[in-house]
């Protein structure tokens, strides 16, 4: 069974320019959830969705951040404009809904802005 | 909000001792899950707790969830160096949001 995938792994950009993740979860995982996670700290969500529908996005800073899961099976992150302070690894899970199983993680991108 | 906390943050070991992570809250957990992740890696889910005084075990790894869920443990008897990296412990909110605490990081001395 293939995990998460994410792409791009890696990614530099200037501060001010536009970024964008994707994700794709495990086949059949209704939920899914992106996470950043700063060096020396655990990861803190950003959103959270149920089949297509955001249902915590409570975390995320709108004012630049911004996730759509159109199809209810991938998702796409962004940020506009990246701030130094967006350096971190961004993460998405997957988990299937219910079942208490815990989140699988993907390998996630590491985004530095210089 | 719901917060866990863990204790400690490093923790340096020779291999064949034993290594202990401790979480803890002041509010009644739902559950407990914990998560390994390895040096430059990503979290790997590792197991979930429920009930109250819960142990379940994993070769040499031993969880417990304390009897008023308030707390819980990770405990890895004879370490080896493949047992290098962060444990997180987490909890699930009432709104069904994965808090994780600030990890434990183990190194282990060949």
């Known amino acids: 069974e293939a995990g998460v995938v994410q792409s791009p792994r890696y990614k530099i950009i200037e501060k001010k320019q536009p970024v964008a993740f994707w994700c794709n979860p495990i086949?059949?995982?209704?939920?899914l959830y992106w996470y950043r996670q700063n060096l020396g700290q655990g990861p803190e969500l950003l959103i959270r969705?149920?089949?297509?529908?955001?249902?915590?996005d409570s975390q995320l800073p709108k004012d630049r951040f911004s996730a759509e899961r159109l199809k209810g099976v991938d998702s796409t992150l962004k940020i506009q404009p990246a701030e130094l302070g967006d350096s971190a690894v961004y993460l998405c899970?997957?988990?299937?809904?219910?079942?208490?199983?815990?989140?699988?993680f993907g390998p996630g991108t590491r985004l530095t802005v210089t | 909000g719901q917060q866990v906390m863990q204790i400690p943050q490093y923790q340096h070991v020779q291999e064949g001792e034993d290594f202990t992570t401790y979480c803890n809250s002041s509010?009644?957990?739902?559950?407990i899950q914990w998560y390994k992740q390895r040096p430059g890696g990503h979290p790997v889910f590792l197991i979930q707790l429920v009930k109250s005084g819960e142990v379940k075990k994993q070769k040499r790894l031993t969880f417990q969830f304390g009897e008023a869920k308030k707390n819980s443990s990770l405990h890895i008897t004879a370490t080896q160096t493949t047992d290098v990296g962060t444990y997180f412990c987490a909890s699930s909110s009432n709104t069904g949001k994965l808090i994780f605490g600030q990890g434990t990081t183990l190194q282990v001395k060949p």
């Open positions: 509010t009644t957990l739902s559950n």
């Open positions: 086949s059949g995982h209704n939920t």
């Open positions: 969705y149920e089949n297509e529908e955001a249902v915590d």
């Open positions: 899970a997957s988990s299937p809904t219910g079942t208490g199983l815990g989140q699988y």
